[in-house]
Each structure stands twice: as structure tokens, then as C-alpha cells.
């Protein structure tokens, strides 16, 4: 079975500076997808970014980066240059070979100004 | 991307009332849809995927006939809340995938309050 751990329940960053927040996974599927969501306050999720276990590069979408170690079943989302518009709720997600997705706990990013 | 639509938005009501929700797949021709459940601090807990045409797929513990899906079209799936109690409470979000390990797209939810 699939399973997503994100061990940081809050994490505060200072504005402009980059944050990093963990996202393990466990699936026993050679093939499958991984994919961090933002769920500001007013509770809308959004598609922040997207990883392939077959992709070889890490997959970069503006100030996202995923920092993907598949040995080590980790997909760490990056924010580069945090903004105030970045406090919310991020959940890493994964789904194998079909269309079930699991999502982890969540982590609540806080910005500093 | 898909655009998903979700009405309505909130919901207040009295216990006993049985509430619609509708997601909308706008742009895309959705023959799955997801409902989800979100308690306060949370994460996403997946209901059932609702599946055009026939008889949706509920995930361990949800309970069928309390949470009725009707997907009669491409674009539409709706979740009826029967005979709602304040334990039904919640926020509920609908979402679409266009493919095998693609993103979700999620409508914008629906904040159901029962009194």
C-alpha cells in the first residue's frame, strides 16, 4: 500500500530566504507519480508541481523545486525566495500506475516578514 | 489544465436536510471523479471515486447511503449528503485527473455546516 509521510507539522522561513519541506513516501509500484499541492486558508488546493519515478531530472516549476532521491523514497519540495503569499498548507502526494492518489499530513508553512 | 467548478461554495443547514453538492469538469470530459473530506487541520481523506455511468467506488469506512454519487454525465458528479448531522460538518472538495499519474485538479470546495 501507498504511503506519504511529511514530519513537519510547521515550518516558519524568513521572507526571501528558501525552505525546505520533507516528504517521504513508500510504494512498492516500480511506476508512479509524485506531486505537492499549496492549500492557502481559503482552502482551494493547488498543483504546485510533479515527479515521475522514471523522470531522471528533478522537476523545477518556477521557485519550486522537487528535490527527488529515489533511493531514498524522498521528494522534498523547495520554495526558493519565499514570499508572504507562500504561508499556507503544502501536502505531498503520490499515485501508482493508476488514479488514486494519497496524500501525507500536510506541513503548515508560515513567512516571516 | 482542467478547470473544475464546485457549487456551493458553503452550506449551512439544519439537521436532517439532505445536501447537493456539484462538481464540474469544464473543460475536460471527466469519466472519474474524486470526493474527498477535509476535517479542520487535516489532510484530504478520500471518499469514493465516482464513475461516469456507473456505481461509484467507496473507500473502507464511508458509508454509501449517507453519502450518495451520481455521475450521469462526462462533466458533472454530484455528492448528496442524506439526512445531514453536525458530525457531517466538514469541508468536502471534488476533484478530476485527466490521466494515469497526472495531477489533480480540484474544484474550490464546499464548507458544509450542520446545526
Known amino acids: 500500500a501507498q504511503k506519504i509521510t511529511q514530519t513537519q507539522p510547521g515550518m516558519f522561513v524568513q521572507e526571501k530566504e528558501a525552505v525546505t519541506l520533507d516528504c517521504t513516501y513508500d510504494t512498492s509500484d516500480p511506476s508512479y507519480g509524485l506531486f505537492w499541492y499549496k492549500q492557502p486558508s481559503s482552502g482551494e488546493m493547488i498543483f504546485l508541481i510533479y515527479?515521475?519515478?522514471?523522470?531522471?531530472q528533478n522537476a523545477t516549476e518556477g521557485r519550486y523545486s522537487l528535490n527527488f532521491q529515489k533511493a531514498r523514497k524522498s521528494a522534498n519540495l523547495v520554495i526558493s525566495a519565499s514570499q508572504l503569499g507562500d504561508s499556507a498548507m503544502y501536502f505531498c502526494a503520490s499515485n501508482t500506475g493508476g488514479f488514486k492518489t494519497i496524500f501525507g499530513a500536510g506541513t503548515r508553512l508560515f513567512v516571516k516578514a | 489544465g482542467a478547470v473544475v467548478s464546485q457549487h456551493p461554495s458553503w452550506v449551512i443547514c439544519k439537521s436532517g436536510t439532505s445536501v447537493k453538492i456539484e462538481c464540474r469538469s469544464l473543460d475536460f470530459q471527466a469519466t472519474t471523479m474524486f470526493w474527498y473530506r477535509q476535517f479542520p487541520k487535516q489532510s484530504l481523506m478520500l471518499m469514493a471515486t465516482?464513475?461516469?455511468?456507473?456505481?461509484?467506488?467507496?473507500e473502507q469506512g464511508v458509508e454509501k447511503d449517507k453519502f450518495l454519487i451520481n455521475h450521469a454525465s462526462l462533466t458533472l458528479s454530484t455528492l448528496t449528503v442524506t439526512s445531514a448531522h453536525p458530525e457531517d460538518s466538514s469541508f468536502y472538495i471534488c476533484?478530476?485527473?485527466?490521466?494515469?499519474?497526472?495531477?489533480?485538479?480540484f474544484g474550490d470546495g464546499t464548507r458544509l455546516s450542520i446545526l
Open positions: 465516482s464513475n461516469e455511468g456507473s456505481k461509484a467506488t467507496y
Open positions: 515527479q515521475g519515478s522514471y523522470d531522471q
Open positions: 476533484s478530476v485527473q485527466q490521466g494515469p499519474n497526472q495531477p489533480q485538479h
